[in-house]
């Protein structure tokens, strides 16, 4: 943690709310990111942010100025994020509605790049939403935000090795679930990723 | 084909040594299975290496200082509330220890002579204006319709007040946000 982060904590701490929101406006990408990957939308996102934010800045007492504070505020958002996801498998959630970002932007400069940029972030969306909230929540932290092992078992109040263990089961889901839609996928689209030489 | 430890060493975070990396290309040479999972997990962090990172909208701090000032609004109303509630518990608490502290002096039989009396009582007064009511009304006929507006106005009056206090109750629980 900077020098200036340390100073707008402490402002906050003895209610400067314009040092909180810097402290905001440094942190809104990780902590929207986060949200973003474990909610799959931009609305849901943008409230989880917000909503995770506010507890931040409730709970600033209870932070520990050892840990990282990037960390503490993306288990706050973590453990939002997956109670919302708890809360939304009551409600039936379609794979058709996609996020407003990935839908093709005609205007772009390369609509071809840009289109399989965009079936890369549908593909690798639904293979995240497949795994469990706090299984998700741990993949996330270590390949978006490249946490260790230690900072996820803090965030998510888990043993070192419970993550360890949800990451193994995770990244093998993931490999799975890829394979299950590579091989369901039609031929002819399968050979357009194919090396020529095939 | 038994594809342990190969599949722990592929699926595991933790360093292999050159000899089990050397074992498990050996595997992967002979298994299909688990080749494919090991390019589908190849590919899974390709892809997540090479996706965009989502970004908030523009305003986003501004967003949360609003956000901010609702939550703290509510929270005011909040404490309201509870001080209302106090106020209430307290009230309540004090009646309940008056009636108590009195419950050892009650007498039954005497509390239910005071009742027959107030109620005899209030039955003779509401028969005299009855009776008051019935002669002005003989004497000036006029009186009738005037009563009758006068009346339903005021009836008119009170429950627009009513509605008015309930609607005003409602917006009040109303979650800030709701409300704009």
Not at chain 1, 90 to 101: G, H, I, Q, R, Y
Not at chain 1, 171 to 176: F, M
Not at chain 2, 68 to 74: G, I, S, T, V
């Amino acid at each position: 943690m900077s020098e200036q982060e340390a100073l707008w904590i402490q402002k906050a701490l003895q209610g400067d709310d314009h040092a909180f929101g810097n402290l905001v406006e440094e942190y809104q990408k990780p902590v929207f990111s986060l949200c973003y990957r474990m909610l799959g939308n931009s609305k849901d996102a943008e409230d989880a942010a917000q909503e995770s934010f506010i507890r931040a800045y409730r709970y600033l007492k209870k932070y520990d100025t050892n840990r990282s504070f990037a960390t503490w505020l993306l288990s706050i958002a973590a453990h939002y994020c997956i109670d919302q996801t708890r809360k939304r498998r009551l409600t039936t959630v379609s794979t058709d509605s996609l996020p407003a970002e990935i839908i093709s932007d005609r205007n772009a400069p390369n609509p071809e790049r840009e289109y399989r940029q965009q079936e890369k972030e549908v593909l690798i969306q639904n293979l995240v939403d497949e795994l469990s909230p706090t299984d998700r929540a741990a993949i996330i932290m270590r390949y978006w935000h490249e946490c260790s092992e230690v900072e996820i078992s803090q965030a998510l109040d888990l043993t070192v090795s419970a993550v360890k263990s949800r990451l193994y089961r995770a990244r093998q889901a993931l490999a799975k679930s890829y394979l299950e839609l590579e091989k369901s996928k039609p031929l002819n689209e399968r050979r357009a990723h194919e090396s020529p030489a095939f | 084909m038994s594809h342990q430890p190969f599949e722990k060493w592929l699926f595991s975070d933790e360093p292999i040594d050159p000899e089990e990396s050397e074992a498990l290309e050996v595997h992967l040479n002979q298994c299909e299975q688990c080749r494919e999972l090991s390019t589908a997990l190849d590919q899974v962090y390709e892809t997540i290496s090479t996706v965009k990172t989502p970004e908030p909208s523009p305003g986003f701090t501004q967003r949360w200082h609003q956000n901010l000032a609702a939550y703290r609004e509510k929270q005011q109303e909040r404490r309201i509330w509870f001080f209302i509630l106090g106020l209430f518990t307290i009230a309540s608490l004090i009646l309940l220890s008056l009636f108590f502290i009195n419950l050892s002096n009650f007498n039954e039989s005497y509390a239910l002579g005071r009742f027959i009396a107030n109620v005899s009582l209030i039955a003779a007064r509401f028969n005299n204006l009855l009776n008051i009511a019935r002669s002005i009304t003989r004497a000036f006929p006029i009186l009738i319709p005037v009563s009758l507006t006068f009346g339903v106005g005021l009836l008119s009056v009170s429950f627009a007040l009513m509605i008015t206090w309930f609607s005003s109750i409602i917006s009040l629980y109303q979650p800030v946000q709701e409300r704009g």
